[in-house]
């Protein structure tokens, strides 16, 4: 018999892929492969159904921006990491995602931001207190701009976008389009937090490398003409 976890995941997948609205009871009993009257045992009615993935899903965000919290690092680099452990989570578990789409179709589920950027919040909060953000430059502003970041990437992983280098190529929700967690996708992501902040941040970006010397070829050395 499936466990209710597994109940909560098949109904995830279910509206990952096509959208609260267009899923029915029956749809997620035949994705779990039990009948309708077993899933509703647990579930009597599918508001209490996703409900629950809704809230499952926002906690795991919640968790993660705690643990991001809780890292040894500057607060301004702590807020590039919770961007990337947020898309990561995004990108590999439908729970999280599927929280996301209940959040903007279900009545009464809540802003699926207010799950992590209350923590995103503290972060700027501390990084402004110890002079990492430039003059003019303020938390609030910095914290617009990061759930725009994380929520358009997050459309964009819905809308189809194309596989990055080293996606896995299945065409779900999350596939390659931000892979924080490593692959030529990650890092253009995590350039792309870094370009954003610095924007923000009161340090000077590193000098980009010096061009190595340039080896004159035989020819020239040799003084013949080129």
């Given at each position: 018999?499936?466990?209710?976890?597994?109940?909560?995941?098949?109904?995830?997948?279910?509206?990952?892929?096509h959208g609260y609205g267009s899923v029915a009871m029956r749809h997620v009993a035949r994705a779990a492969d039990v009948t309708t009257g077993a899933l509703t045992f647990h579930f009597p009615t599918k508001s209490d159904l996703f409900a629950e993935v809704a809230e499952l899903g926002l906690t795991r965000m919640r968790e993660r921006a705690?643990?991001?919290a809780r890292l040894p690092v500057a607060p301004l680099?702590?807020?590039s990491l919770l961007v990337l452990a947020l898309?990561?989570?995004?990108h590999d578990d439908v729970v999280a995602r599927a929280a996301v789409r209940l959040s903007r179709e279900l009545p009464g589920t809540g802003d699926w931001s207010d799950?992590?950027?209350?923590?995103g919040r503290?972060?700027?909060?501390?990084?402004?207190?110890a002079g990492q953000l430039r003059e003019g430059v303020t938390p609030?502003?910095?914290?617009?701009?990061t759930l725009h970041l994380v929520a358009g990437t997050e459309m964009c992983a819905h809308g189809g976008a194309p596989a990055s280098d080293g996606g896995d190529g299945d065409g779900g929700p999350g596939s390659g389009a931000a892979e924080p967690g490593g692959g030529a996708g990650g890092a253009r992501f995590a350039a792309l937090c870094d370009l954003l902040l610095y924007g923000a941040s009161a340090l000077?970006?590193?000098?980009?490398?010096?061009?190595?010397?340039?080896t004159a070829s035989p020819r020239t050395a040799s003084g013949e003409n080129t």
């Open positions: 018999m499936l466990t209710r976890s597994a109940l909560l995941d098949a109904a995830a997948r279910e509206v990952d892929a705690d643990e991001v680099r702590r807020i898309l990561e989570l995004l799950s992590w950027l209350p923590a503290e972060m700027l909060r501390r990084a402004d207190e609030d502003a910095v914290a617009e701009m000077r970006p590193p000098d980009p490398a010096p061009d190595p010397p340039r």
